[in-house]
């Protein structure tokens, strides 16, 4: 690849400077910068995925993605896989034809994961947003952007799970690079810090539900799902928070996805507080757990409000004014799995752009002649126009900082089983004017 010139370097890095405000304004992952490579190198460190990354995330992204973010620790029941880099061009060819052998060992004990290819091996380049607010948002001076990169991650025979009764530690895991001639490359041992239930909450990362909101923004991104009791107790004791359908769902979807976690509420559930108690055991039932003998400890007055409670479909995209709130919902499911499901329900809003061009002449209208809004149901296409808008508004900031997503966004540019007209709003994400930061989506309180 031809190495662009200095002042065009400089020239885009001032650009990129000016614009860090409103990075939204721009499609995430999109660098004006190249760079050479030289040869293929593979780089010795050894690399921690979250298993559902690889199972789940990867198969249904594009080749090049963004590096995922590395776990801090594990806790029991958690699953993980073992990855390395490579750098230079010919990369990805060199990591494919390689073939992969890791060993853990934790407490004294060791477990061999024998040779094999790498299930998947992906392009990597950065997350310009989150580039730039790490070095330019915090006065940090760089000299180049860091070269794009090719990530294997092992195949399914080297898929490791903390064993349930694993204690607070550290494991270690060394690995060896079967190269296609012959060669074997040792990688650098890596440590792995495994921590308790326990010791893992005795230190939560929120003092606040608005702390704690953020939080929920990124479990995908570093799953901890042994903080999910600590925030439920504190949602709990919120009215807000317990009563909202997105809340709800985002535990819901995350104690189905972590069942270490959920066996560890329903253990603890008939020691706390009522409202923990109520509120644990509805969304353990809608996780699909078995909460019988949690429903029977439960006094005669929680037992009935249990026994009327729903919960709302959130891929229902029926159009009515309920819509915008099983959008939430969706997204919450984003946040607690990191799945492109939900993402692909909220796209399909984006097709609905007539609706939302019939909103706004209706609007005019009604400011022409004074007409005061109406206070029946809403019209099934004032419901679209709302979810449209809703839809491009929230994909779009969401987007500027959150990689999975970016990544999503453009497999679903990319994918054949997208509509023509959603992969158009999809392109004009960050330009359309219906989908503006600034001000909140159509259909909005």
Request: aromatic content about 8%; proline content about 8%.
């Amino acid at each position: 690849m031809r190495q662009r010139s200095s002042l065009h370097k400089l020239f885009c890095l001032r650009v990129w400077a000016l614009l860090l405000p409103g990075l939204m304004l721009l499609a995430p992952g999109k660098t004006c910068l190249a760079q050479t490579a030289g040869p293929p190198q593979l780089l010795p460190d050894i690399v921690i995925l979250p298993e559902q990354l690889v199972a789940e995330q990867w198969p249904v992204m594009l080749d090049t993605v963004h590096p995922p973010k590395e776990l801090k620790y594990i806790v029991p029941g958690q699953c993980v896989r073992f990855a390395a880099f490579a750098s230079g061009n010919g990369g990805r060819e060199l990591l494919e034809k390689s073939r992969y052998a890791f060993e853990l060992s934790l407490a004294g004990n060791a477990q061999s994961f024998p040779a094999e290819p790498a299930q998947m091996v992906k392009l990597t380049t950065i997350f310009m947003p989150e580039f730039l607010a790490n070095t330019l948002g915090r006065n940090r001076i760089f000299h180049e952007i860091p070269p794009d990169k090719a990530l294997a991650a092992s195949g399914p025979k080297a898929r490791w799970c903390v064993p349930l009764d694993a204690q607070d530690g550290t494991a270690s895991v060394q690995g060896t690079f079967f190269l296609s001639d012959g060669q074997t490359v040792a990688l650098k041992r890596r440590k792995l810090e495994i921590k308790t239930f326990e010791g893992a909450r005795k230190k939560t990362p929120w003092k606040n539900v608005e702390q704690m909101a953020q939080w929920i923004q990124h479990f995908h991104e570093a799953p901890e799902p042994a903080l999910l009791l600590p925030a439920l107790r504190l949602a709990a004791q919120n009215a807000e928070a317990r009563n909202g359908t997105n809340m709800t769902e985002f535990f819901v979807a995350a104690f189905k996805a972590y069942p270490a976690a959920a066996e560890e509420l329903k253990r603890r559930l008939p020691a706390e507080d009522r409202w923990t108690r109520m509120i644990g055991t509805a969304m353990l039932n809608w996780a699909g757990y078995d909460v019988a003998s949690l429903r029977d400890g439960l006094p005669q007055e929680d037992k009935n409000a249990l026994a009327v409670a729903t919960l709302p479909d959130p891929f229902d995209m029926t159009p009515n004014e309920q819509i915008g709130a099983r959008q939430d919902m969706l997204w919450a499911i984003f946040f607690a799995t990191g799945r492109m499901e939900p993402v692909r329900a909220i796209s399909t809003a984006l097709a609905w752009s007539e609706d939302y061009a019939k909103l706004m002449e209706r609007g005019r209208q009604m400011r022409a002649s004074g007409e005061k809004p109406g206070s029946g149901e809403w019209p099934a296409y004032a419901a679209r126009a709302a979810a449209y808008g809703a839809a491009g508004w929230s994909m779009g900031s969401l987007a500027s900082s959150d990689a999975l997503l970016s990544d999503y966004i453009e497999a679903l540019k990319a994918g054949p089983e997208t509509p023509a007209a959603v992969k158009k709003e999809l392109e004009n994400l960050y330009k359309n004017p219906a989908f503006r930061m600034d001000q909140p989506p159509v259909g909005s309180k």
